[in-house]
């Protein structure tokens, strides 16, 4: 897992440098940090863990950073648990579906055109202009179905 954590990382360098953003190492040790965590992440949750390597780190640190990932679309936010999950596809902006597990906290990313589609046509029958669109599913993963 390390190795595909690595080149997660390397690509977000690559992709800031072509951007012209600053990939600094906190912004690069935080995202680390979310790409380690299996499931969605609070913003204390990773300042705990930040502190471990950087004692100084403090709530706007982390907050700063995370504003930065969320602009690059290299992370997305859970509303509902008011978290935040690594992309798993952070090349550009996308529409993106969350399973999120009521048990565990498990947060699956998806990405179904069907649904961005019957979005984009519900909107047009609405008259309605998507900005950003995140659907999040809460229910049960495999996992915990099967306890």
Do not use: W
């Amino acid at each position: 897992m390390p190795n595909v954590i690595n080149a997660l990382l390397d690509k977000a360098q690559l992709l800031c440098e072509e951007r012209g953003a600053r990939f600094t190492q906190t912004r690069r040790k935080v995202l680390q940090l979310m790409l380690a965590h299996a499931s969605s992440i609070s913003a204390y949750d990773l300042l705990d863990n930040l502190k471990e390597t950087d004692s100084s780190a403090k709530p706007p640190t982390v907050y700063r950073a995370l504003d930065f990932l969320l602009e690059q679309h290299f992370i997305h936010r859970v509303e509902s648990q008011n978290a935040f999950i690594a992309c798993n596809d952070f090349a550009d902006s996308h529409q993106l579906q969350l399973f999120i597990c009521e048990k565990c906290n498990e947060v699956q990313e998806l990405h179904s055109p069907q649904i961005q589609q019957s979005l984009n046509e519900q909107a047009r029958l609405n008259d309605f202009q998507i900005n950003t669109q995140t659907v999040e599913v809460r229910g049960l993963c495999h996992h915990c179905r099967e306890d």
